[in-house]
Nanobody, 123 residues
Framework: RVQLVESGGGSVQAGGSLTLSCTASGYTFSTSFVSWIRRAPGKTREAVATISPRNNREYYADSAKGRFTISRVDVQNTVYLQMNNLQPEDTAMYYC????????????????WGQGIQVTVNS
């Protein structure tokens, strides 16, 4: 079965950086889109970054452009999210998701999800 395990979350001061990792198993990772999706308290889910298979095309939400970078290492079945210049509004639970069946930046269009990891940015 598909398993996605996130790591690398935690607390950071505003302006700081964190790198999240998502390690996958149970499916053909190298042919799948992978997305980082977050849910902040009181807000709707937001797909902040997605990476395609093969040509590694990157998709970013406006809130992430210029600050976040998504990457993948297929031989490790791992996707990374480098987050720079973090702000308090980035505080959220971050989920890794795969099994895309629609829009790469639609948080509703993924079949498989990890358990999530908390990112807290202090002002």
């Amino acid at each position: 079965r598909v398993q996605l395990v996130e790591s690398g979350g935690g607390s950071v001061q505003a302006g700081g950086s964190l790198t999240l990792s998502c390690t996958a198993s149970g499916y053909t990772f190298s042919t799948s889109f992978v997305s980082w999706i977050r849910r902040a308290p009181g807000k709707t889910r937001e797909a902040v970054a997605t990476i395609s298979p093969r040509n590694n095309r990157e998709y970013y939400a406006d809130s992430a452009k210029g600050r976040f970078t998504i990457s993948r290492v297929d031989v490790q079945n791992t996707v990374y999210l480098q987050m720079n210049n973090l702000q308090p509004e980035d505080t959220a639970m971050y989920y890794c998701a795969t099994g895309l069946f629609g829009d790469p930046l639609s948080s509703d269009d993924y079949k498989h999800w990890g358990q999530g990891i908390q990112v807290t940015v202090n002002s």
